[in-house]
């Protein structure tokens, strides 16, 4: 199992970028994906989680502003983030656990039991 998180990088405040989340070794039938994301001197908290059944949930500061989807075909999960601010600056992270458990207990962590290794946002104001 492997993800590999790209497309990060610097934009100015109200711009987009988006990420994406290279995978192998599973399938987006059964496992969910989700986004992750931490500021400097700040906790990880969580972004966005894809379920395998394509439902999408967010967390409320980037709800209406972020939208997550993903291709089984080619094992890729994307993060559109649009109208980015300072309070987006973070390292980002995608995430993946059985959908049947981790997509339930999303914002929580716990059962997000493979993770890669980070992109870095940084948005200037």
């Known amino acids: 199992v492997q993800l590999v998180e790209s497309g990060g990088g610097l934009v100015q405040s109200g711009g987009s970028l988006r990420l994406s989340c290279v995978f192998s070794?599973?399938?987006?039938?059964?496992?969910?994906i989700a986004w992750f994301r931490q500021a400097p001197g700040k906790e990880r908290e969580a972004v966005s989680c894809?379920?395998?059944?394509?439902?999408?949930r967010y967390s409320d500061a980037v709800k209406d502003r972020f939208s997550t989807s993903g291709d089984d075909d080619e094992k890729t999960v994307y993060l559109q983030m649009n109208n980015l601010t300072p309070e987006d600056t973070a390292v980002y992270y995608c995430a993946m656990g059985r959908s049947s458990v981790a997509s339930i207990t999303f914002p929580r962590e716990r059962f997000f039991t493979y993770w890669g290794q980070g992109t870095q946002v940084n948005v200037s104001s």
């Open positions: 894809l379920s395998s059944d394509g439902r999408t």
């Open positions: 070794g599973f399938s987006l039938d059964t496992y969910a």
